[in-house]
């Protein structure tokens, strides 16, 4: 059975003194059993080394936003893969559509930094989505395989089940816009059928693809009880820890 991943995506929020505070009260609250969840909180790069110690001996595990493609050198303002195992990250976002949108990341340059995140042994939780203006031109499955094909590239199959897929739609992020149940499944199910027809049905059943865009309490066990949508990569509701760990306890199988 896949596992579930609740990742939180903090965004640029929370500094090094937030940030301690955050994790103890967040890990002092995670008092129950997480079964088959597995809990992923990706601060801000200064904020890495903090919450490591704080970390360490809990259930939770540590990720990045955004990476280097390059191991090392002279890129000024640049965090290589090393720099993020060296403070315990286990997994990094790749992608993220605020990185697309205002950063100028591209289909190739994703799947350089899935490639060297899988080669550096990070797990890159990988971000597709649409934009409102592709979803009404009806483009969505078109845009949304173009970039899971192109994060793929050069990926060969014993890896591709490291990869975890974000799907999120970028008209529901940070807007309360969040799709319906239905909407985000049927992109799912498309995008597991596509890893199918890129690799086989046995690696696409054990892929892990998450939805993000404003996933809330309220909402997420209908998003999580969907066939295809097998975890969450939450924005806003994972800074707080009331509503951080009601979106872990909907992600716990019954
Ligand atoms: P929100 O949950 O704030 O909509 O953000 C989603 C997101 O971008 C997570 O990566």
């Known amino acids: 059975m896949r596992p579930t991943i609740i990742a939180g995506n903090w965004k640029m929020f929370k500094d090094a003194h937030e940030t301690s505070a955050f994790i103890a009260s967040f890990t002092k609250a995670l008092t129950f059993e997480l079964k088959n969840v597995k809990v992923v909180v990706c601060p801000p790069f200064t904020s890495l080394a903090v919450a490591q110690p704080l970390l360490a001996g809990t259930p939770v595990a540590l ?7 390059e191991d090392e050198g002279a890129f ?73 094909k192109a994060l793929f590239k050069d990926v060969p199959e014993q890896d ?38 890129l690799y086989s049905s046995e690696t696409a059943g054990r892929i892990v693809i998450q939805y993000g865009g404003s996933v809330k309490p309220e909402n997420a066990v209908e998003l999580l009880g969907q066939p295809d949508i097998d975890g969450a990569l939450v924005g ?10 009601p979106i872990i306890r909907a992600g716990i199988a019954p």
């Open 236 to 245: 806003g509701a994972c800074l707080k820890v009331e509503s951080f760990i």
């Open 76 to 148: 000024t303002g640049e965090i290589a893969p090393k720099m993020l195992k060296s403070v315990g990250c286990t997994y990094v976002i790749i992608g993220h559509s605020e990185r697309r949108q205002y950063f100028g990341e591209t289909n190739d340059g994703v799947n350089r930094k899935v490639r060297k995140a899988l080669a550096s042994g990070l797990l890159p939780i990988a971000c597709v989505g649409e934009t409102l203006e592709e979803r009404e031109k009806g483009v969505t499955d078109s845009v949304v395989s173009t970039q899971v």
């Open 63 to 69: 990720g990045a936003q955004n990476m280097s493609p």
């Open 160 to 197: 591709a089940t490291r990869v975890v897929i974000a799907y999120e739609p970028v008209w529901a992020i940070g807007t309360g816009k969040t799709a319906t149940p239905e909407q985000a499944q049927a992109v799912h199910a498309m995008i597991r059928g596509l890893v199918t027809s």
